[in-house]
């Protein structure tokens, strides 16, 4: 088989590392956000492509295909060493084992959450009586905005519209779904580890933005996630920390900064890789189906 | 971002009454109308504020009780024991369940939590 069919996972290692280190400095708009979401989901299926061909070079294809060759007289390009395959099948089954694990417990998470809302009263805002301070963006139809009293105390009134208006545009922007979507091209290639934590850090800017403008201030949105933050932080920790450390204290510091200007080179860059990567896969996939054909057609 | 962003903008009638919503449940006593507007935001108009409280009451999402010539309002509070409880449990799971909630604020450091003190303590000064 064709090097082609290694491309894939070299991208997605690229990826990985240009999010890890631009995730900061990305502007968090809608276009960037997708256009990394985008760039993950090719580089997750082109390296699970790539997988699959590997592991199918398990069948036997290339050992027969060398005899077929060396009785023939021709010079193949170097078949798939047997280790490589089994190493493939091995991650395969690995990453399939870890999807269905993410999208059992996003889908429990879920459902307990609408349970939650359920018990509470109806309306877009959902309290809970408890005195840990915390927020989130139930999706649904329609999102609900989940707070606990604890929270709510704790601000004041233009602190606590910022939190309605993050949460609101998690909501709007369909946040959960681009999660959603990296978490489970993260679960089935784990390189893309980075961009999914990109990607969280990414829709949490634009959240803040979002609630920047709402708000008419940048200071008070720094505010009331610097409290909310200390308070979360005080209380027993639930979370583990995230990949990008000190996500909290990297977004008050970009509230502080003046607003981000959108984009120009970096999204089309991301896309291009994850172009790549899928180019790559289909080459394999041609070079692969070329192979098959010549061993049964001649 | 234009200029013109940074003017409040105009809020709908639902997210309104949300504000008004989260101002009493934050509230450790029944508010009247004017410590509603005081709460949520002191440009609003009395007459919005009073309107947005008879429309949640009527909704069933507040009660009032009179006192003298005033209403007090406090938010109803439903099933909010049991989505207490089924919060705690949520919030106990493990950090792969964890990842699923989209939460306001997480992941502090230490060396954070002083440095974003550390501002709350100078913004509060210079005001």
């Known amino acids: ?298 | 971002m234009r200029k013109s962003a940074r003017i409040p903008s105009r809020r709908g009638a639902g997210e309104l009454e949300s504000e008004v919503l989260a101002a009493l449940w934050g509230a450790e006593r029944p508010l009247t109308t004017a410590d509603v507007q005081h709460a949520v935001d002191r440009e609003l108009a009395y007459n919005t504020v009073q309107t947005i409280l008879s429309r949640l009451y009527e909704k069933g999402l507040v009660s009032r009780a009179a006192e003298g010539r005033r209403h007090l309002y406090r938010p109803n509070k439903g099933a909010e024991e049991l989505a207490a409880e089924q919060m705690q449990a949520l919030l106990r799971r493990g950090p792969n369940r964890q990842s699923v909630l989209q939460r306001f604020a997480t992941s502090l450091s230490e060396e954070d939590a002083e440095a974003l003190r550390a501002m709350l303590k100078l913004r509060r000064r210079r005001r």
């Open chain 1, 1 to 298: 088989m064709t090097v082609s069919v290694y491309i894939p996972v070299a991208l997605s290692v690229l990826v990985a590392a240009i999010s890890w280190l631009m995730a900061a400095r990305l502007s968090p708009t809608r276009g960037t956000v997708i256009t990394v979401v985008g760039a993950a989901v090719l580089c997750a299926a082109g390296t699970t492509w790539a997988l699959v061909l590997l592991a199918l070079s398990l069948l036997g294809f290339t050992t027969l295909a060398v005899e077929e060759a060396t009785e023939r007289g021709v010079v193949l390009v170097q078949p798939v060493p047997g280790v490589v395959g089994v190493l493939a099948a091995v991650a395969l089954t690995y990453g399939v084992v870890r999807v269905v694990r993410v999208a059992r417990a996003r889908w429990a998470t879920r459902r307990e959450l609408r349970k939650l809302c359920l018990s509470c009263a109806p309306g877009e805002l959902a309290v809970v009586p408890v005195a840990e301070p915390h927020a989130f963006a139930v999706p649904g139809r329609p999102g609900r905005v989940l707070v606990t009293q604890g929270l709510l105390a704790l601000l004041d009134g233009k602190e606590r519209r910022v939190v309605l208006a993050h949460e609101r545009a998690h909501l709007a922007g369909r946040h959960h779904g681009l999660r959603a979507t990296v978490e489970v091209c993260a679960a089935i290639n784990p390189m893309l580890v980075p961009v999914r934590e990109a990607v969280a850090f990414l829709v949490e800017r634009s959240a803040d933005e979002h609630a920047a403008t709402v708000s008419g201030s940048r200071e008070v949105t720094a505010r009331a996630l610097a409290k909310a933050a200390l308070a979360e932080a005080s209380g027993p920790r639930h979370a583990a920390l995230g990949f990008i450390a000190c996500a909290v204290s990297a977004r008050v510091a970009a509230l502080h900064a003046a607003p981000p200007r959108p984009d120009r080179l970096l999204p089309g860059g991301f896309l291009l890789l994850g172009a790549g990567a899928t180019v790559a896969a289909v080459q394999a996939t041609l070079a692969f189906y070329r192979l098959v054909h010549w061993l049964w057609l001649g």
